[in-house]
């Protein structure tokens, strides 16, 4: 049957409602359905799961999607079930499973009901699970958060490198690999590691063109300059990441200080205080959201209409997450960053005390980023091109760089005078 495709739209309207694809969402299902390895580099919100959940539905056996965080395998499981009739059409085994519920979820495997199992990298690589499925059909493997194998990703887990000889153990089916981190680097250590160099790889867009980008000196003055980009803003829903916790509590109580509706959100607060300042964001109580990193992983409030950093993020890929926040549904997104040179000091002496190859790369991911900051060329464009894209427009209307190239004209002139 040369040529002859299976018409995926009906089936997309069958199982999840929808009408059309998102993006090369239909060739990446067409092509796992072919059985072929595929590598999928698309941004956040791009529709990256339906590029498996979808085939799981349509594939004889279970998916297993391999995934690192157990709230984000619970909220796609949800998900799932809320598609289907059949709770144990998805399951997923953690840590946080009693006995009793695995034995159901293995029940429901074994009986053909579930088409999807979610499992983070430390069960899968557990003696037991692997004896197990090793007795499953298994349809094929999807590696979520792919960039988490890679030590040049903004999230590296040194379990994900062992997914590959599990898979081998347990039984050879396709795999697929889905992230939104697409520096040249991460992918091609990600494709090495699990033995798929040949795969196709589908690459989207990773051009963001509702947000602007504007980085601005960082002066001692910045707490000040924050508050007025605040009240010139007022009412709109934002997010201040800092370096750390500690600037993180001062930042939030100078900000309530000053009448602004803000918040602290880091990994040492109580969870409880925690949770309740993430929630009473993201249900509009609060405006502003004082962060470490540690905030908006699988967070998706689509109007946050700006993110501030404070100190110079970590690396671009980095950036690049944290800013990807604003404008989820396509509306305006504001992202500004306070950068002075003397940052990048007080970061590398952070770094001391790790081991030395992770202080390499973290130097070599930080001097980017600085490049970044103090570069003159269109954000745009730097930005894509550290994922390995190529921004084609002369001025992307929607950067510092773009709206207002002073500094070049500067740097001309100086170079003249010279
Ligand atoms: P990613 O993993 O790439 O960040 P998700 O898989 O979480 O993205 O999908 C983001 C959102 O897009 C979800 O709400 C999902 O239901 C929606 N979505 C995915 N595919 C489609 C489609 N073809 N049409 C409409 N909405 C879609
Ligand atoms: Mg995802």
Redesign the pocket.
């Given at each position: 049957m040369a040529g002859k495709k299976i018409n995926l739209t009906d089936q997309?309207k069958k199982y999840?409602g929808?009408?059309?694809?998102?993006g090369n969402?239909e060739a990446i299902i067409q092509n796992l359905l072919a059985g072929n390895d595929t590598f999928v580099l698309?941004?956040?919100?791009?529709?990256?799961?339906?590029c498996y959940q979808l085939p799981s539905l349509m594939m004889e056996g279970t998916g297993v999607v391999i995934s690192p965080l157990i709230a984000l395998m619970k909220n796609q499981v949800d998900?799932m079930r809320n598609f289907s009739e059949e709770d144990g059409i998805a399951h997923f085994i953690n840590s946080s499973l009693n006995k009793g519920a695995i034995d159901q979820v293995k029940s429901d495997i074994l009986s053909g009901k579930t088409k999807l199992l979610y499992v983070a990298p430390e069960s899968l690589t557990k003696e037991e699970n692997v004896e197990f499925l090793k007795t499953v059909t298994i349809s094929f493997y999807a590696v979520?958060e792919a960039h988490c194998i890679s030590e040049w990703g903004h999230d590296f887990r040194p379990e994900y490198r062992r997914i590959r000889p599990i898979i081998n153990e347990i039984g050879k089916a396709p795999v697929i690999a889905?992230t939104?981190t697409a520096t040249p680097k991460v992918q091609h250590d990600i494709q090495k590691n699990l033995g798929m160099v040949d795969a196709e790889v589908f690459k989207s867009s990773f051009n963001r063109p509702n947000l602007y980008y504007e980085v601005r000196p960082k002066t001692n003055n910045v707490d000040r300059d924050i508050i007025k980009f605040i009240k010139n803003n007022q009412e709109k829903s934002g997010i201040i990441y800092c370096l750390s916790r500690k600037k993180v509590e001062e930042l939030a109580e100078i900000l309530q200080a000053n009448g602004i509706n803000a918040r602290a959100y880091h990994a040492g607060m109580d969870s409880a205080t925690r949770t309740q300042n993430q929630d009473d964001f993201l249900m509009e109580k609060i405006d502003v959201i004082v962060a470490t990193i540690a905030f908006g992983m699988g967070i998706?409030k689509p109007d946050v209409r700006f993110v501030i950093h404070y100190d110079i993020p970590k690396s671009l890929e980095g950036y690049y997450q944290e800013t990807g926040r604003a404008g989820r549904d396509g509306g305006e997104g504001q992202c500004i960053t306070f950068y002075t040179n003397k940052d990048l000091q007080k970061l590398e002496k952070f770094m001391q005390g790790k081991p030395v190859a992770e202080q390499e790369i973290g130097k070599q991911l930080l001097l980017e980023t600085a490049a970044y900051a103090e570069s003159s060329v269109c954000r745009r464009k730097t930005l894509l091109h550290y994922f390995g894209e190529e921004y084609m427009e002369e001025n992307c209307g929607n950067c510092d760089n773009c709206l207002n190239p002073k500094k070049q004209v500067e740097a001309q002139e100086l170079l003249c005078t010279v």
């Open positions: 997309l999840f929808f009408d059309t694809f998102k969402q698309m941004p956040t919100g791009g529709g990256k799961s339906l998900a979520d889905l939104a998706d």
